[in-house]
């Protein structure tokens, strides 16, 4: 892997994070933090339907956390807590080199990163973090 860890693309993303601000009244609400580095988003959802309506995030987190968050909060409207834990799941797996590149826009961006291992805990955040907020939203 010859792709430089923090490229022009993740900086992009990192720069750039939609729905950037946490919602009033959150139907579920989850923080994650990685004890590695520190890294913590929080993420706020709201669902209609079954399906996520809003998404508000704070995140305090590496270039890798944030440009993760970037892409989670870019494709999240529209799914269903299920499809949340599964791109969780997915990712997680993928980034172990346990399992496919996820079903979720962009995600390759994070290749160079798959032998990093200390730097997964910030990529899985915001995933971790939506998927948890939803779930709350749905009990």
């Not at 270039?63 to 409207?77: R, V």
């Not at 499809?83 to 996820?102: H, I, K, N």
Request: glycine content about 6%; hydrophobic content about 45%; some cysteine.
């Amino acid at each position: 892997m010859n792709a430089p860890l923090y490229n022009t693309e993740i900086l992009r993303l990192a720069a750039s994070i939609p729905h950037h601000e946490r919602l009033a009244s959150p139907m579920g609400s989850s923080e994650k933090r990685s004890p590695i580095c520190g890294s913590r988003v929080t993420v706020d959802v709201n669902l209609a339907d079954g399906r996520v309506s809003e998404i508000g995030m704070m995140v305090r987190a590496c270039a890798l956390g944030q440009a993760s968050s970037s892409l989670l909060a870019a494709n999240a409207i529209g799914k269903t807590p299920v499809e949340l834990v599964a791109a969780r799941d997915q990712l997680t797996a993928w980034l172990a080199g346990e399992g496919a590149l996820p079903d979720w826009p962009d995600l390759d961006i994070f290749t160079p990163a798959l032998t990093v291992t200390a730097r997964h805990p910030s990529i899985r955040l915001a995933f971790e973090a939506a998927a948890d907020a939803a779930a709350r939203a749905a009990a």
